[in-house]
């Protein structure tokens, strides 16, 4: 009798049925919408702190054109930067539900009521933001700059209770042993996170006012000049992010911080990729804004922010690809499956939980191969596919047959982004056999091999390999081998 | 922190009337479903005025009511400008349900979502650019707008409001219909297989239309009754003639959608439920009582404005409780129905893993509460009323 779709356990990949994205990967797809969002999101958030800038120095007397810039579109446009952020921003959570319902779901399990709270400083952005956008022209000074200060707070909060969210993610801390939503939220990388999210969000924020500044009519050019002046302490913070960094490295676990300083050709690229961008924006804003040097135009702000856009894609990758193999470290592989589970689903096998055929049985010649495109889709989809991103054919269809069976039954010796085969013997020969398959251009037939010798002898690379993810599986066996 | 292990197990369904399901139910989701249909009714105020209004709008627009010299309305101008506050509005009340939904049924709600994909998915651009179409609506030599004359032009014809406001409409309509396809496919474990291998029909089955034209009916009475509200608050400048002017078409919608609701709303409840009529049970039948009760106590505070052509504060209070009664209760069917559908299964109704943090949330929510209080009142004092717009 098949399996009831709704019986599988919910920490499982077979717990959800999978979309096939082929040619694109998964990761790719939550990073794409990531980076609209955290751009809109951050530029929404330092947008009120600037409009809050702006109201000040215009009501102290400081800086008679501020009022003016505020209202123009600059006003507006935060507005609508932060109500298409928030929509975004559920898109985000509806996209991680496509990709990794596992994951999502232990997330609000553990969080719910810390998002409950950010969802309260989301209602204080709307209508302290809704006031003063509609009825900003009619109000008082005092009322106006009470509104953006709240505007400001909640914008901040938003963050600051998202932040600590995410950061579980990579460093759940003591969250681990104790189960508490508090140690987990105040995780080791909390601190360094949050503040430099913040700076990227007063960044975006002067480049921003910058662009509108350039765009907008009735200033003349010294007046431009001067506004953006006004505008450039927003540019200051920047200084700290090199410093920034290097305590959000410290504060990683040791094999993602290597990843990022070259372990991962990728993950490195996207490295230097953001600090070379935030370099130059930094430089350039600090330099030329602060000290009154030079004028910033309209085609070097948009210059600037699209190099912005580069760094904050290139920071969400990072912060997709560092985590790996976990979605939540040291509790749930990207696969959904937990690091508990692994021993046992070596003996049951993944697919015995799966209740989902096949879309397209009839394009398998055997039932093995089914089988095998059962295992990749479980264990395997959620980092690569078969021809298109790290395409499995690229990496491993030149291998030999043996070569293929020792490297997936030794998966987290392969690689250290990859978690522990978490499947039975009989399966991983399927899988490897379908990958063979696929490289051959999916003949029209093709040999079972279900030989009990090779079983025997995946299950002993199996049983070296351990169940435990790297670096533990590596010390387990280099103790083993001292002993 | 413990996390299952593998575990294949099948519970069969079983009939169950909804006081046995709600019994068995640890406490702490009890809690979670009531915070569940809380929220949810808040999210249906806001999101029904939103649909409401934009038909309105849309409406307003083609007969050229925001067009150049076009002739004082003030209640097409009053639902213009409130849109996108209603729209920002449904969409912040509506993550609380999105956080709640996802916490007690966590496998079928998750589930739908990927099996419906492309369709889910698309409602967040269908919402984005809806956003913006009404903005384009409102657009009336707004601060920025008046620094550049070509586009303020443009955004100022009518054929552009009117084209704007219909695709906000439909778009909107759009968002409605993904959420109710995604509900249905919620209820219904034992089709998630073959939706899965054949996919989705190129369009939704008739049960989802029927509801959805049950929810756009039900929205006319609630955006009427609150669109009366801020008429009577001298919105956008109203008088006494507007409001009089008003009376007779507002109680029109109001009285279509409520009589046109109630019709679909008997079909669609009592349909069978995990082997139980939601009519035959008690909380169902006393849900579905109140909420034919609230529809007709409302249609009468209509008719009776109608008949005076006026929206007097007490016809219009009695309008407004009305339609939240009328929504609380729809609510409760909705759950009803859910939890009927799923009990036995193993998507039934669960509790999380982790509740800590509740605390916090109580503070803030004092604190945020007051805060929003505050601004409502800074805002009032500082405008006249006849700015009130
Ligand atoms: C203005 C645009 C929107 C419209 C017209 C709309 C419409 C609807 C409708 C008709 C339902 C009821 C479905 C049914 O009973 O079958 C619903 C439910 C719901 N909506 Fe909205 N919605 C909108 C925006 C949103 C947004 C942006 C969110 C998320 C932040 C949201 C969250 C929810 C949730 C969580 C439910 C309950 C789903 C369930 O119980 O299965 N809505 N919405």
């Known amino acids: ?483 | 922190m413990m996390l299952p292990a593998v575990d294949t197990e099948t519970a069969a369904p079983a009939t169950s009337t909804l006081p046995e399901v709600l019994e068995a139910l640890p406490t702490n989701t009890v809690v979670y479903l009531a915070l569940l249909i809380a929220t949810y009714a808040l999210h249906a105020v806001f999101m029904n005025y939103t649909f409401g209004g934009m038909l309105w709008t849309a409406v307003a627009a083609l007969r050229g009511r925001y067009s150049e010299g076009a002739p004082r309305d003030t209640l097409a101008t009053v639902v213009r400008d409130w849109l996108p506050s209603a729209v920002s509005a449904a969409v912040t009340a509506g993550i609380a349900p999105l956080l709640f939904v996802q916490i007690v049924y966590q496998r079928s709600f998750y589930t739908a979502n990927i099996l419906l994909f492309n369709r889910w998915m698309a409602l967040l651009p269908a919402l984005i650019v809806a956003v913006y179409a009404m903005y384009v609506v409102k657009a009336h030599g707004s601060a920025g707008v008046r620094d550049h004359g070509r586009a303020a032009k443009f955004l100022a014809r009518g054929d552009v409001k009117s084209a704007a406001a219909v695709l906000a409409a439909l778009l909107i309509g759009y968002v409605g219909l993904a959420f109710i396809e995604n509900h249905l496919l919620s209820l219904a474990p034992e089709t998630w297989r073959d939706r899965y291998v054949e996919g989705s029909p190129a369009l939704p089955a008739a049960p989802a239309w029927i509801r959805l034209a049950m929810w756009a009916l039900g929205a006319l009475p609630t955006f009427a009754a609150l669109a009366a509200w801020q008429l009577r608050r001298g919105a956008g400048g109203a008088n006494d003639e507007d409001r009089a002017r008003a009376s007779r078409p507002l109680a029109l919608l109001a009285l279509t959608g409520a009589i046109g609701s109630l019709v679909l709303g008997t079909i669609v409840w009592s349909a069978d439920h995990g082997g139980t009529r939601l009519l035959d049970d008690s909380i169902g039948r006393l849900a579905f009582g109140s909420l034919a009760g609230a529809l007709a106590v409302g249609g009468a505070a209509w008719i009776t404005m109608a008949l005076h052509r006026r929206l007097s504060a007490i016809m219009v209070a009695l309008a407004v409780s009305a339609s939240l009664v009328a929504i609380l209760a729809h609510a409760v069917l909705r759950e009803g129905a859910r939890l009927l559908a799923l009990a036995g299964t193993p998507a039934a109704a669960r509790e999380p893993s982790g509740l800590g943090g509740l605390a916090v949330f109580l503070v803030f929510l004092v604190i945020s509460a007051g805060a929003i209080a505050w601004i409502v009142r800074a805002v009032a004092r500082a405008l006249p009323t006849t700015h009130r717009a």
């Open chain 1, 1 to 483: 009798m098949p399996l009831d779709p709704a019986s599988a356990a919910p920490l499982l990949p077979t717990a959800y049925p999978v979309q096939d994205y082929d040619p694109l990967m998964k990761g790719m797809v939550i990073g794409g919408i990531g980076i609209l969002h955290v751009f809109l999101a951050s530029f929404a958030i330092g947008g009120g702190f600037l409009l809050w800038w702006f109201e000040w120095l215009g009501q102290t007397g400081r800086e008679p054109l501020a009022r003016r810039f505020i209202d123009s579109v600059f006003r507006a446009l935060i507005f609508v930067s932060f109500i298409v952020g928030a929509l975004t921003g559920v898109g985000m959570w509806l996209t991680a539900i496509q990709i990794s319902s596992p994951t999502i779901g232990l997330m609000v399990d553990v969080f719910h009521w810390v998002w409950a709270t950010e969802w309260l400083f989301f209602w204080l952005e709307v209508v302290a933001g809704y006031a003063f956008f509609r009825y900003g022209d009619r109000l008082d000074g005092r009322t106006r700059l009470r509104l953006l200060t709240i505007y400001s707070i909640a914008g901040f909060g938003s963050l600051f209770w998202i932040n600590g969210i995410l950061s579980w993610q990579l460093t759940p801390g003591e969250w681990v042993e104790t189960g508490s939503v508090w140690a987990g939220f105040f995780n080791p990388t909390f601190w360094p996170s949050l503040l430099f999210r913040t700076v990227v969000c007063f960044t975006l924020a002067a480049l921003g006012g910058t662009i509108v500044l350039n765009l907008v009519g009735g200033f003349t050019r010294e007046e431009r000049e001067r506004l953006l002046h006004r505008i450039s302490p927003f540019f200051l913070p920047m200084l700290a992010m090199p410093f920034l960094g290097a305590w959000y490295l410290a504060a990683m676990p040791e094999d993602s911080r290597d990843w990022i300083l070259g372990g991962s050709m990728v993950i490195n690229m996207f490295f230097n990729i953001a600090v070379g961008a935030s370099a130059l924006i930094g430089g350039y804003g600090v330099i030329a804004l602060w000290r009154q040097r030079n004028f910033m135009n309209g085609a070097t702000a948009t210059l600037l922010a699209a190099l912005a856009v580069g760094a904050t894609g290139a920071g969400e990758f990072i912060r997709e690809g560092v985590r790996k193999p976990y979605t939540v470290r040291e509790t749930l592989f990207s696969t959904a499956v937990t690091p508990a589970q692994v021993a046992t689903l070596r003996e049951t096998g993944i697919l015995a939980t799966d209740p989902y055929p096949l879309r397209d049985p009839e394009a398998y010649p055997t039932d093995q191969l089914r089988e095998g495109r059962l295992v990749y889709r479980n264990l395997c989809s959620i980092c690569h596919t078969v021809h298109g991103a790290m395409a499995l054919n690229a990496l491993m269809g030149e291998w030999s047959i043996e070569q293929k069976r020792l490297m997936v039954a030794k998966l987290q010796w392969t690689g250290g982004y990859m978690p522990p085969f978490a499947g039975s013997a009989g399966e991983l020969e399927s899988l490897v056999q379908y990958i063979a398959w696929e490289h051959a251009k999916r003949p029209k037939e093709w040999r079972e091999s279900r030989d009990p010798e090779v079983i025997e002898e995946i299950e002993r690379m199996l049983e070296e390999a351990t169940t435990l993810p790297s670096p533990a599986a590596q010390k387990a066996a280099a103790g083993e081998e001292s002993r």
